[in-house]
C-alpha cells in the first residue's frame, strides 16, 4: 500500500492515535493541528488518499476547512474526508457532508470503526 492519509485534529493524542492506526493499514501519515496547516500541508502533497477532519479546532475550523478546500481544489483533486469529532449535532454533520464531507466517525473510535468508514469511502488498507 503506498500513500499519504492527512490527519487534522487540534488534538495531538488523536493524530497519534489515529496516526498509528493508519501506519497498521500502510498509509504514510501527515498531521495538522488546524484547517489553516492543513490545507498547506495538502497543497505541498502529492499523494493524500484521504483526510481525517476534526469539526472544532482553533484558528480554522473543520467546516472553514472544508469551505476552503472546495474552492480551492476541484472535486476531480479532493480525496475523501471523514469527519472524526465529539460534535453529536445532527444540523452539524449534515452541514459537513454538505460541504464535501464523506462520512463521520464519533470520538472516541477503534481500528474496527476507522477500517469500516475507509471500506465505506473506497479506501483500500493493509489489513
Known amino acids: 500500500m503506498t500513500g499519504q492519509v492527512l490527519i487534522i485534529d487540534d488534538a495531538r493524542v488523536v493524530r497519534i492515535s489515529l496516526g498509528r492506526i493508519m501506519r497498521k493499514c500502510g498509509y504514510d501519515v501527515l498531521e495538522a493541528a488546524n484547517g489553516e496547516q492543513a490545507l498547506e500541508v495538502y497543497a505541498s502533497s502529492q499523494d493524500i488518499q484521504v483526510i481525517f477532519l476534526d469539526i472544532n479546532m ?5 467546516m472553514e476547512f472544508l469551505e476552503e478546500f472546495k474552492s480551492r481544489f476541484a472535486a476531480t483533486d479532493r480525496p475523501p474526508v471523514i469527519i472524526v469529532s465529539t460534535e453529536t449535532e445532527t444540523s452539524s454533520i449534515l452541514k459537513a457532508i454538505s460541504l ?13 470503526i476507522i477500517k469500516s468508514k475507509l471500506d465505506i469511502v473506497g479506501i483500500a488498507y493493509q489489513s
Open 58 to 62: 482553533p484558528v480554522m475550523g473543520g
Open 100 to 112: 464535501g464531507a464523506s462520512e463521520y466517525v464519533m470520538k472516541p473510535f477503534d481500528e474496527a
